[in-house]
């Protein structure tokens, strides 16, 4: 099949941010915290109503790499993890993302200038994991450092007994994709930018959040407010160059 001129402009336009294989070495170092953080940290019943419609939310979702440093408030960052991956029915342990045969084997840790955390779906809480700010290990992009806040989404393996180890981490991948894009409906819902990614050091994430035997980071999310001047929708040219 033949391409048209303009299919081929299309993809002649297309520009990779990097190359998947010079991936940087040197991973930044933990970061020590202002004070002792706090060792757990419970939010408000979330808000589960209201809010942009789903296809207007569809038509603003868009990856920003220009972050400012104001932190997101309490409420925002309860409501953000709701929408994530929290519960949303009455009855059971249900949640707003799938999960193959109801193993919810995706940890969600939030990492912030305070610590780094673990999200609790059913406590609606963070539990402390590691007293230093990681946030610059999630990856090799300048904002990092100085966003608010990254998520780092971490399959449990060993809670995937039911399905065949061969095929266990394409389920879990298929679950975490599932909760980025739920980040990335509520921030264009809200206002906020997000940026995922896949391009980490995991060996030094794993060490410093202290992950258990069997777990694996799949992908990282950078949340929070828009750089000034930066509060954009996509254009055309923003399709052939943005990944995510």
Not at 37 to 49: L, V
Not at 65 to 75: I, N, V
Not at 98 to 110: K, Q
Not at 181 to 206: D, E, H, K, P
Request: with cysteine.
């Amino acid at each position: 099949m033949r391409k048209s001129p303009s299919m081929r402009g299309r993809h002649a336009m297309t520009k990779p941010l990097f190359h998947i294989g010079s991936a940087l070495l040197n991973t930044p170092a933990p970061r020590p915290v202002e004070g002792t953080p706090a060792p757990y940290i419970g939010f408000a019943p979330p808000q589960r109503t209201g809010g942009m419609p789903l296809l207007d939310a569809l038509a603003a979702r868009q990856t920003s790499r220009e972050f400012a440093d104001t932190p997101l408030d309490h409420g925002a960052l309860g409501d953000l993890l709701w929408a994530a991956d929290g519960i949303n029915r009455a009855r059971g342990h249900g949640r707003t993302a799938p999960s193959a045969l109801g193993g919810y084997e995706i940890d969600i840790y939030v990492l912030l200038a305070s610590g780094a955390y673990r999200y609790d779906p059913v406590a609606h809480a963070l539990t402390l994991v590691a007293a230093a700010d990681l946030r610059a290990m999630t990856g090799y992009q300048e904002f990092l450092g100085h966003a608010p806040v990254n998520l780092v989404y971490v399959a449990d393996l060993t809670r995937m007994q039911d399905v065949p180890p061969a095929q266990r981490e394409a389920f879990a991948s298929a679950s975490a994709g599932a909760i980025l894009q739920n980040v990335y409906l509520f921030c264009a819902s809200t206002g906020l930018a997000a940026a995922a990614r896949g391009w980490m050091n995991r060996t030094a994430l794993a060490v410093n959040l202290k992950l258990p035997v069997g777990s694996v980071a799949l992908l990282a999310q950078t949340v929070g407010h828009f750089a000034a001047g930066h509060e954009h929708r996509p254009s055309d040219e923003d399709f052939a160059t943005t990944f995510f």
